[in-house]
């Protein structure tokens, strides 16, 4: 392989097979290693056509000033792509993100502002808007309502799957932004409309959801419902045991959020006579080392993630 | 045997403080509405003007949420667990 700059090596991912998860025999279960992007995540994907869609658009100078509200994957993967183009990043994260998130964010030339933990994601997101507010020469790419977020996976992970797999019949992802399902959810709806597609929720600690009103909730502009056939919430205790089972069974080191599309995929493997699932699996394990969540029981494991977002 | 509601920080004060109820099974429309009844607050706040489901309200039945399965129409039985969720941002973004 040969590429003419790093960014040549977005996407492409492999897809393996993690069939020992499966309890039927007529369904196979497959993993989209996202981890294998060149910062490690699926949101390569989605910096890289930001990116290149505002320089079309003419929004960015050499001397722009992105900011961004991430819980970490995103802000790595806009860093990696802007010192090279000559833009600063500002990234706004919650405080209780992984140390590694901002060791890379920094490592890359980006720079980080925190939000309060217990907001969440939210919290993120409402900051990056004051500050946006505050200081209008920001330029906020804003993954949560930039088309370009689900357009990449349209282009590029949704072809990806179907040409690796023709035979797929169902697509599991984790629920953040909504760029992925979105995505990869109408590209199937325009090529292969039976594809069930399948959003893996994560249920965060209580206190995430302690929102002074209703009205200060959110819901993604990029998400697209209309594409989802289910949405299923799972918790941190399951999502953080199937992570560990991933590597005992299948040496798949991967990230948290992995761990919830294969409880999904099992779940849904139960019910249908056969199929090839498809897992989305977001990162690797390696952003998360520090919370050294492998090695010990599941439930303990999963209380010290419960308020970092995975 | 009956349902488990669960109930969200936001909305506690709504049920004098409880983090859970207990319901009859049926349809989650009627299961909703016998607990509005007791509690008018909760019923106000989960459902907007026009009686459907507040924007920022996710309801789960058995993990699953209800806009992908019969919505308000959905059935709920004996043991299953119902979950009223604000919709927030999450996921490693």
Not at chain 1, 70 to 94: D, E, H, Q, W
Not at chain 1, 223 to 245: C, G, M, P, R
Not at chain 1, 296 to 310: F, G, L, N, T
Request: aromatic letters at 8%; proline letters at 5%; one cysteine or more.
């Amino acid at each position: 392989m040969r590429v003419d700059d790093m960014s040549g090596l977005v996407g492409n991912t492999p897809l393996v097979g993690i069939h020992s998860f499966s309890p039927n025999p007529n369904v196979r279960i497959w993993a989209k290693l996202e981890g294998q992007n060149p910062t490690g995540s699926v949101k390569d994907r989605i910096a890289l056509k930001m990116i290149t869609d505002a320089e079309e658009q003419g929004l960015l100078k050499p001397d722009s000033i992105l900011l961004e509200p991430t819980s970490g994957n995103t802000g790595i993967s806009l860093a990696f792509l802007a010192r090279r183009k000559g833009y600063r990043l500002i990234c706004v994260m919650p405080e209780t993100a992984s140390a590694e998130r901002t060791q890379m964010i920094k490592l890359f030339g980006g720079e980080v502002v925190y939000s309060p933990g217990i907001e969440g994601s939210n919290g993120a997101i409402n900051k990056a808007k004051q500050m946006v507010a505050e200081n209008p020469g920001y330029v906020m790419l804003y993954q949560y309502g930039n088309e370009a977020n689900p357009g990449s996976h349209y282009e590029t992970t949704g072809p990806e799957i179907l040409k690796d797999l023709p035979e797929v019949t169902h697509f599991i992802a984790g629920l953040g932004t909504g760029g992925t399902l979105t995505g990869v959810g109408r590209f199937f709806r325009d090529n292969k409309p039976e594809v069930r597609i399948i959003a893996a929720e994560p249920e965060q600690g209580d206190l995430v959801y302690g929102l002074r009103s209703l009205e200060d909730g959110f819901v993604p502009p990029v998400l697209d419902q209309s594409v989802l056939h289910s949405k299923i919430k799972v918790n941190s205790d399951k999502s953080v045991a199937y992570t560990q089972a991933l590597v005992k069974q299948e040496g798949v080191f991967a990230g948290i959020s992995c761990g919830a599309t294969v409880y999904l995929a099992q779940r849904m493997a139960e019910k249908v006579e056969s199929g090839d699932i498809v897992c989305l699996f977001a990162d690797g394990g390696w952003k998360y080392l520090s919370t050294d969540i492998w090695g010990i029981d599941s439930q303990i494991a999963a209380k010290r993630v419960e308020y970092m977002p995975w | 045997m009956s349902v488990t509601v669960n109930i969200p920080a936001v909305l506690r004060p709504a049920v004098g403080g409880s983090k859970s109820l207990e319901a009859d099974p049926g349809q989650l429309r009627d299961l909703l509405g016998n607990l509005g009844e007791q509690y008018p607050a909760l019923k106000q706040q989960v459902f907007g003007e026009d009686g459907g489901l507040h924007k920022f309200v996710n309801l789960y039945v058995n993990d699953e949420d209800v806009r992908y399965l019969e919505g308000l129409d959905t059935k709920v039985g004996d043991g299953d667990t119902v979950a009223i969720l604000p919709a927030v941002a999450g996921g490693a973004l």
